[in-house]
């Protein structure tokens, strides 16, 4: 479904993404893992074309672009495809909770106001905010504002939603109900990739897990061969360490 391939890029002298290449099939929930700095972010900012890598290959059901030269049209083409759920939520702050998830669809998509409403409620009642359509996002919880921005990510239907540590502004007590709509997502086969420092989580949701560090994929595998027989040392040690 999604390829890229020796995915590239450096700020000045740091070389943030060196040679990385992901696979993603429909379907599948893959988590990408590893200490703070060692590209996860970056990669998946590079799949949104919200980062230009330096260099890079993608193909998008069986659609080949070259990832540093990629048109505005073709940008847009894969963000109509994909959707992107921010670690800080990205929330207007000046619009409700329903007028944030149309926004979207009515500027970008041009569909009418009562058809995006509509979607919009539909997809706040799956987060469970129903009651909350009218609330602006300084009136809401963490926990609430992060679920306004997945019910905006699903709302325009995409192939794929990549999640950047979707609670890792959240406060301990708000974590279990973002995560607890992701794995709603994941049960009804929504095709995710989700950077996340939540191990367990990690470990109970995903079909493929990717360890990364220092700009390269160190280890990839199923959930239970990473987390419980890593192959590669510097796996293991950052498994031992969450563990401890």
């Given at each position: 479904?999604?390829k890229?391939?020796?995915?590239?890029?450096k700020?000045?002298?740091?070389e943030?993404?060196?040679?990385v290449s992901l696979e993603v099939?429909?379907?599948?929930?893959?988590?990408?893992?590893?200490p703070?700095?060692?590209g996860?972010t970056?990669l998946?900012r590079?799949?949104?074309?919200?980062?230009?890598?330096?260099s890079?290959?993608?193909?998008?059901?069986d659609?080949?672009?070259?990832?540093?030269?990629?048109?505005k049209?073709e940008?847009n083409?894969i963000?109509k495809?994909t959707?992107?759920?921010?670690?800080?939520y990205n929330?207007f702050?000046?619009?409700t909770a329903?007028?944030?998830?149309?926004e979207?669809?009515?500027?970008?998509?041009?569909?009418?106001?009562?058809q995006?409403?509509?979607i919009?409620?539909?997809?706040?009642?799956?987060?469970?905010l129903?009651?909350?359509?009218?609330y602006?996002?300084?009136q809401l919880?963490?926990?609430?504002?992060q679920?306004?921005?997945i019910a905006r990510?699903i709302?325009?239907?995409?192939?794929i939603?990549?999640?950047?540590?979707p609670?890792?502004?959240?406060d301990?007590?708000?974590?279990?109900?973002?995560?607890?709509?992701?794995?709603?997502?994941?049960?009804?086969?929504m095709?995710?990739?989700i950077?996340t420092?939540?191990?367990?989580?990690a470990k109970?949701?995903s079909?493929?897990?990717?360890?990364?560090?220092?700009g390269?994929i160190?280890?990839?595998g199923?959930s239970?061969?990473?987390?419980?027989d890593p192959?590669k040392e510097?796996?293991?040690?950052f498994?031992?360490?969450?563990?401890?």
């Open positions: 479904m999604l890229v391939e020796h995915v590239y890029k700020y000045d002298d740091l943030v993404l060196k040679d099939d429909k379907g599948d929930v893959i988590t990408i893992i590893g703070s700095g060692s996860k970056t998946l590079c799949i949104n074309f919200l980062t230009i890598a330096d890079g290959k993608m193909i998008f059901d659609k080949t672009l070259d990832m540093a030269e990629a048109s049209k940008m083409e963000r495809k959707a992107f759920v921010f670690q800080n929330l702050l000046n619009k329903l007028q944030n998830v149309t979207g669809l009515i500027i970008a998509r041009k569909m009418p106001k009562d995006a409403e509509t919009a409620k539909k997809a706040l009642d799956k987060v469970g129903s009651d909350r359509y009218d602006y996002p300084t919880s963490g926990g609430q504002q679920r306004v921005g990510a709302a325009s239907s995409p192939e939603i990549l999640f950047d540590e609670t890792s502004a959240l301990p007590e708000l974590i279990g109900e973002v995560l607890n709509v992701i794995k709603e997502l994941a049960k009804e086969g095709t995710m990739v950077v420092h939540e191990m367990n989580f109970n949701i079909t493929k897990v990717i360890f990364m560090d220092d390269v160190i280890e990839e199923t239970k061969e990473i987390f419980e192959k510097r796996t293991k040690q498994i031992h360490s969450f563990e401890h």
